[in-house]
């Protein structure tokens, strides 16, 4: 039996709809991609692969706050 990974599979869906040319993009496009990278977003932040990247944009928040202080 075949599986698929949600989080990929949404995760290619979205590389393929910004690959599309930004002229050709309907406002009904745009938001259906606002949604299905949210999607993604709910789907990825419990995992390891969400904390990492939470972890890291912490990070560089607080490097970018303390360089300008």
């Not at 039996?1 to 009904?28: F, W």
């Not at 949604?35 to 993604?40: C, E, G, R, S, T």
């Amino acid at each position: 039996m075949l599986t698929i990974n949600v989080g990929v599979l949404l995760a290619v869906i979205v590389l393929l709809r910004l690959r599309r040319r930004t002229e050709a993009r309907s406002r009904n496009d745009e938001k259906l991609t606002v949604v299905i990278v949210l999607a993604l977003g709910v789907v990825i932040a419990p995992t390891l692969v969400g904390e990492g990247i939470l972890d890291f944009l912490g990070q560089l928040a607080s490097g970018i706050t303390k360089s300008s202080h």
